[in-house]
């Protein structure tokens, strides 16, 4: 698998964490102990954009050894536009856990024709159990 880039990591807390791009997330790497996944986060402005984002990861002996976040965004309106992914970071937290962070944004005309943006962002706290949560929102 080629690794297309560490997000937001020293050396020391990546050691062996591989993140792919999502278009090399369809076919995970090997993973002993299976691979863990999210239930998808979706936020969307309805009729306007949707962004979904995907998790999942390995481990082996309580450790996480690889982690994959994806994004995938949807535009629904001739008026929006998807600007990209703005912020985005995984890393390794104090107990063992791990914490991946993204931001997005997206950009619609009003009914003025005036462009704003908004920015979907969402945050996974996972374990190497599998246990996880998250939080989101849409910032604006």
């Known amino acids: 698998m080629t690794v297309k880039k560490v ?12 993140i792919a791009a999502p278009a090399e997330a369809d076919a995970a790497p090997e993973c002993a102990s299976g691979v863990k996944v999210i239930k998808p986060v979706v936020l969307e402005e309805a009729g306007r954009w949707t ?16 982690a994959e976040p994806s994004v995938t965004a949807l535009v629904h309106s001739p ?15 104090p107990d063992k ?3 991946a962070f993204d931001m997005s944004e997206f ?4 009914s003025a024709g005036k462009e704003h943006g ?15 949560y998250t939080s989101s ?4």
């Not at 929102?137 to 604006?140: E, K, L, P, S």
């Open 7 to 18: 997000l937001a990591c020293s050396m020391i807390l990546c050691a062996g964490l591989t």
């Open 51 to 66: 962004y979904t984002f995907d998790l999942s990861w390995c481990s082996d002996g309580g450790t996480i050894i690889w």
């Open 79 to 93: 008026a929006c536009r998807w600007a990209g992914r703005i912020e985005e970071s995984i890393k390794e937290l």
């Open 97 to 99: 856990a791990w914490s």
């Open 107 to 110: 950009s619609c005309q009003d």
């Open 118 to 132: 908004v920015n979907p962002w969402v945050v996974v706290t996972f374990h190497p159990a599998g246990g996880y």
């Open 137 to 140: 929102d849409i910032a604006a």
